[in-house]
């Protein structure tokens, strides 16, 4: 019987890894279990009211810990687990939950369905078959988990289930609207200073198709700003009527590059990512890539004209 449980989400957590790791983790502990939360990256601010989340630690005191289990959460890839696939390795079974298309398969139980719009959601299904009642703490986190991931129930990976999943957990009672105006109606004000910034390197491709904008490490500097604060701005550029595809360029080092790509309708922007090793889904993907502006957003135009071009055959 596993007694020791540490559960990861991924690199730059988001309210999905967040809230899927934190449900599950209240959940196996009210079964009894000893369990350690982690994350790569600091928990963003924006997250802070999470419950449980201040438990969350991104690095590991002990490093020869071995546990009898280790959830990775919202993953697609191990090396999205960052500085925790060491821990990953030395532990005795390794459960993975994703939710990604295409992903790599590993660990020793793969749990993979890339038809939920969140890991949260698998996470929803695993506690209904577990001893233990979804309380308003676990619900309040699968409910950050999924309204996040299906950006408030507007994307395409919002189905039936997910709105009758939700539905369960607002009877669970939960307060909705106030995480709601938390998540997506208050900011910290470098965060509209940094859209200020990006807004004035928008740019659009001739055929109106493609949007883009950028943020350099200078302008971060220059604002004090977090990575985090970065978070949400490409919804901008792929706002714009007639672009289907939106790219934000973040330099994270001098001359590396993470790209997040938003798709609107149909473009499949996880096979897009996949070219230049990164990943994600249908409409929302991701990589990073090294060089400079120039030739990074080269690269990627002249790969993104073509994928569009194929996408109308
Ligand atoms: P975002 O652009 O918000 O960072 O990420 C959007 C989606 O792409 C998320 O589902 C995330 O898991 C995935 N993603 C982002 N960056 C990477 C990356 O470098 N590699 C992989 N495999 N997936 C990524
Ligand atoms: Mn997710």
């Excluded at 983790?25 to 928990?43: C, H, N, Q, T, W």
Aim: aromatic share 8%; net charge negative; glycine share 8%.
């Amino acid at each position: 019987m596993a007694k020791t449980i540490a559960i990861c989400g991924h690199v730059m957590p988001d309210g999905d890894s967040l809230g899927s790791e934190l449900a599950m983790g209240i959940a196996l502990r009210k079964m009894g279990k000893e369990v350690l939360l982690f994350s790569p990256d600091p928990v963003p601010e924006s997250y802070s009211f999470l419950p449980a989340v201040s438990e969350v630690k991104h690095q590991h005191e002990d490093n020869n810990k071995k546990f009898d289990i280790f959830i990775s959460v919202d993953c697609s890839v191990p090396d999205r687990l960052g500085s925790f696939t060491e821990l990953m390795q030395q532990s005795e079974q390794v459960v993975i939950i994703d939710h990604h298309a295409g992903s790599t398969v590993f660990g020793d139980l793969y749990l993979n369905d890339p038809e939920a719009a969140a890991a949260g959601e698998i996470i929803f299904d695993i506690l209904k078959v577990l001893p233990v009642d979804i309380d308003s703490y676990i619900a309040q986190c699968l409910y950050v988990a999924i309204v996040t991931d299906t950006g408030s129930f507007r994307y395409d990976n919002t189905g039936p289930e997910t709105h009758l999943k939700v539905a369960e957990l607002l009877r669970v009672g939960i307060p909705a609207a106030r995480i709601n105006k938390q998540l997506f109606e208050e900011k910290p004000l470098v965060s509209l200073k940094i859209l200020e910034e990006a807004l004035g390197t928008l740019m659009l491709s001739e055929c109106g198709r493609i949007a883009w904008m950028c943020v350099s490490r200078e302008t971060l500097k220059k604002l004090d700003a977090l990575d985090e604060h970065v978070d949400g701005i490409i919804n901008y550029p792929r706002m714009i009527k007639g672009v289907e595809l939106a790219l934000f360029y973040r330099e994270v080092d001098h001359d590396t590059f993470k790209i997040s790509f938003r798709s609107k309708y149909n473009l499949d922007v996880n096979k897009l990512a996949a070219l230049f090793g990164g990943g994600g889904h249908s409409r929302a993907a991701g990589c990073i890539i090294e060089g400079d502006f120039e030739s990074v957003h080269k690269k990627v135009l002249k790969a993104a004209m073509q994928s569009l071009e194929d996408a109308k055959k």
